[in-house]
T-cell receptor, first 112, second 114 residues
Framework: EDQVTQSPEALRLQEGESSSLNCSYTVSGLRGLFWYRQDPGKGPEFLFT???AGEEKEKERLKATLTKKESFLHITAPKPEDSATYLCAVQAYGGATNKLIFGTGTLLAVQP | KAGVTQTPRYLIKTRGQQVTLSCSPI?????VSWYQQTPGQGLQFLFE???????NKGNFPGRFSGRQFSNSRSEMNVSTLELGDSALYLC?????????????FGQGTRLTVV
C-alpha cells in the first residue's frame, strides 16, 4: 500500500536556525513527489515537484531533495513568516490519475 | 491568472441534510480532484474528474458523489450528512498534460455538521 510518513510532527525553531523536515514514502512506482505549505484555514500552496532520485529544487530559503526512499525539505535561516504546516505528497504510476497521497504534515513554528 | 475558486467558503448544516460544494479550476485545467481534510486523518482523496468523467475514487461511502461539467467546473455532493463529515473540503486542479502533474488547491470549503 502506498504510504507517506512525515517527521517530526512539530518543530519549533528560532529565527535563523536552519533545519530539515523529512518525508519517507513507500510507493509502487513514483510518478512525482510534491511539497506544499499550508497556513491555518487555507488551502495547500504548491512549493515543489520532484520526479527522480538526486533531483533538487530551491525557492528562497527552501530546498527540496529526493532519494529513492525519502525527501527532505531544508529550511535555511528561517523567518517567522515561514511558520506553517508543510505537507508532502506522492503520486504513483498506475492508470491515468492525479491522485495524491499525503503525509500528515510537519507543523513548523519559527520564533523571532 | 485566477486560481482555483471554491464556494461557499463556510457552511453549517444539520445532520441528515445534504450539501453541494462547487469548484472552478484554473482556466485550461481539465482535471479536478476533491480531498477531505480533518485533524485526525489529514488529507484524504475523495475522487477525481477529467473531461466530465470520474477516473478515480477514494474509499468514501456512496453518500459522497461528484460531477464535472463541460467547462471543467466541478461539484461534490454529500447526502445524509453525519457529524463526522465536518471537515475542510479541498478542490485541486491540474493541467494534466505530459509531465505536468502539479495540483493547485483552492482555499477550501469549511463544512460544519451540527
Amino acid at each position: 500500500e502506498d504510504q507517506v510518513t512525515q517527521s517530526p510532527e512539530a518543530l519549533r525553531l528560532q529565527e535563523g536556525e536552519s533545519s530539515s523536515l523529512n518525508c519517507s514514502y513507500t510507493v509502487s512506482g513514483l510518478r512525482g513527489l510534491f511539497w506544499y505549505r499550508q497556513d491555518p484555514g487555507k488551502g495547500p500552496e504548491f512549493l515543489f515537484t520532484l520526479y527522480s532520485a538526486g533531483e533538487e529544487k530551491e525557492k528562497e530559503r527552501l530546498k527540496a531533495t529526493l532519494t529513492k526512499k525519502e525527501s527532505f525539505l531544508h529550511i535555511t535561516a528561517p523567518k517567522p513568516e515561514d511558520s506553517a504546516t508543510y505537507l508532502c505528497a506522492v503520486q504513483a504510476y498506475g492508470g491515468a490519475t492525479n491522485k495524491l497521497i499525503f503525509g500528515t504534515g510537519t507543523l513548523l513554528a519559527v520564533q523571532p | 491568472k485566477a486560481g482555483v475558486t471554491q464556494t461557499p467558503r463556510y457552511l453549517i448544516k444539520t445532520r441528515g441534510q445534504q450539501v453541494t460544494l462547487s469548484c472552478s479550476p484554473i482556466s485550461g485545467h481539465r482535471s479536478v480532484s476533491w480531498y477531505q481534510q480533518t485533524p485526525g486523518q489529514g488529507l484524504q482523496f475523495l475522487f477525481e474528474y477529467f473531461s466530465e468523467t470520474q477516473r478515480n475514487k477514494g474509499n468514501f461511502p456512496g453518500r459522497f458523489s461528484g460531477r464535472q461539467f463541460s467547462n471543467s467546473r466541478s461539484e461534490m455532493n454529500v447526502s445524509t450528512l453525519e457529524l463526522g463529515d465536518s471537515a475542510l473540503y479541498l478542490c485541486a486542479s491540474s493541467l494534466d498534460a505530459g509531465m505536468s502533474t502539479e495540483a493547485f488547491f483552492g482555499q477550501g470549503t469549511r463544512l460544519t455538521v451540527v
